[in-house]
């Protein structure tokens, strides 16, 4: 059986949007709502739902969506584990898919693709196009694709086992922003068995309320830490390639964000004073060299490491 975790915070506008899309469906499954202390009329919203026998329902005073989540991990009962957020769906005919694709191969972890979309509509589609559906993978071979980040660390996208989740003590950290990049590469690593569904069967919308949404430093310093994690514990798992080609992309996205929300005079010695990701020479010549490095992010490396970066990028550089 299929558990599904959906944290819920002020999202009235969205939450039965996304129930509806579950609901849809007559597979076994049960729904876990963590109501995480909203202030809006999201249990109302909710409410009708209530009375199914495979809903759920908690309520918390509000601790965050890592808090909930873990929370939401400790009452589901399920062989699987996937998480929503509540104010994203799930594509017609997808949990089907999924319950059927378990049947088959029993694996330890389903990777799907997602869809970005917003009022306007669809803004871009993900497909695992670079994975064989019917093939099984281990997490070797998928943590190659998590350092090239053609495999992202959004948690909504992927399934993994429960056993994954408790054997392993994995559990969501509330004091880190990117909270669920470093946990889901530890359910890879606890995973023999993966296969991927290419399809986007995950539709995450973007809001002005969005987490994600948001600029924030907290949001620079949170990726920071979530690849300072990851390198600390996979970097001797992976070839020297993957390193740089992990540490060229994150670290353009670093400095990106940081440059975004940095409002001081000395951004170049406060950024390596403050802890952030640094290259040397030697990995910033292998970074050049590393074809799957875009070369967004090699001109971002070199600009940064001449201390031109900021001005480039205020005076010249269109995003």
Same mark, same amino acid.
């Given at each position: 059986?299929?558990?599904?975790?959906?944290?819920?915070?002020?999202?009235? +506008?969205?939450?039965?949007?996304c129930?509806?899309?579950?609901?849809?469906?007559?597979?076994?499954?049960?729904?876990?709502?963590?109501?995480?202390?909203?202030?809006?009329?999201?249990?109302?919203?909710? +409410? *009708?739902? !209530?009375?199914?026998?495979?809903?759920?329902?908690?309520?918390?005073e509000?601790?965050?969506?890592s808090?909930?989540?873990?929370?939401?991990?400790?009452?589901?009962t399920?062989?699987?584990?996937?998480?929503?957020?509540?104010?994203?769906?799930?594509?017609?005919?997808?949990?089907?898919?999924?319950?059927?694709?378990?049947?088959k191969?029993?694996?330890d972890g389903?990777?799907?693709?997602?869809?970005?979309?917003?009022s306007?509509?669809? &803004?871009?589609?993900?497909?695992?196009?670079? !994975?064989?559906?019917?093939?099984?993978?281990?997490?070797?071979?998928?943590?190659?694709?998590?350092?090239?980040?053609?495999?992202?660390?959004?948690?909504?996208?992927?399934?993994?086992?429960?056993?994954?989740w408790?054997?392993?003590?994995?559990?969501?950290d509330n004091? %880190?922003?990117?909270?669920?990049?470093?946990?889901?590469? !530890?359910?890879?690593?606890?995973?023999?068995k993966?296969?991927?569904?290419?399809?986007?069967?995950h539709?995450y919308?973007? @809001?002005d *309320?969005?987490?994600?949404?948001?600029?924030?430093?907290?949001?620079?310093?949170?990726?920071?830490?979530?690849v @300072?994690?990851?390198?600390?514990?996979?970097?001797?798992?992976?070839?020297?390639?993957?390193?740089?080609?992990?540490?060229?992309?994150?670290?353009? *996205?670093?400095?990106?964000?940081?440059?975004?929300?940095?409002?001081?005079?000395?951004?170049?010695?406060?950024?390596?004073? *403050?802890?952030?990701l640094?290259?040397?020479?030697?990995?910033?010549? @292998?970074?050049l060299?590393?074809?799957?490095?875009?070369?967004r992010?090699?001109?971002?490396? &070199? !600009?940064? %490491?001449l201390?031109?970066?900021?001005? &480039?990028?205020?005076?010249?550089?269109? %995003?």
């Amino acid at each position: 059986m299929l558990s599904i975790i959906i944290p819920i915070y002020n999202t009235e +506008k969205y939450v039965k949007e996304c129930l509806e899309s579950l609901l849809n469906e007559n597979i076994e499954c049960e729904i876990i709502l963590v109501n995480d202390g909203s202030t809006d009329d999201s249990y109302l919203q909710i +409410k *009708e739902y !209530l009375d199914r026998d495979n809903i759920k329902y908690f309520y918390q005073e509000n601790g965050g969506v890592s808090k909930a989540r873990n929370f939401g991990l400790s009452k589901a009962t399920g062989d699987y584990i996937m998480f929503l957020d509540s104010d994203d769906i799930i594509k017609k005919g997808s949990l089907k898919l999924i319950s059927e694709k378990i049947k088959k191969y029993n694996p330890d972890g389903i990777l799907f693709g997602n869809r970005k979309f917003d009022s306007n509509g669809t &803004i871009s589609i993900d497909k695992l196009d670079f !994975l064989e559906e019917d093939k099984i993978y281990n997490s070797d071979e998928i943590l190659k694709y998590v350092f090239n980040l053609k495999v992202r660390g959004f948690v909504s996208d992927k399934i993994f086992k429960r056993s994954i989740w408790i054997d392993n003590n994995i559990k969501f950290d509330n004091k %880190k922003y990117c909270e669920d990049w470093y946990p889901i590469t !530890l359910c890879i690593e606890g995973s023999n068995k993966i296969i991927a569904i290419k399809d986007d069967i995950h539709f995450y919308r973007q @809001h002005d *309320e969005s987490a994600m949404h948001t600029k924030d430093m907290k949001l620079a310093i949170g990726y920071n830490e979530a690849v @300072h994690d990851i390198l600390n514990r996979f970097k001797n798992k992976v070839s020297n390639e993957s390193v740089y080609t992990f540490k060229g992309n994150t670290f353009g *996205e670093i400095i990106s964000a940081y440059n975004e929300n940095y409002t001081g005079d000395s951004i170049y010695s406060d950024f390596k004073k *403050e802890g952030f990701l640094c290259i040397n020479f030697n990995e910033t010549l @292998h970074i050049l060299l590393n074809s799957e490095v875009s070369n967004r992010n090699k001109l971002a490396i &070199i !600009l940064w %490491k001449l201390r031109l970066y900021r001005f &480039i990028k205020k005076v010249a550089w269109k %995003k």
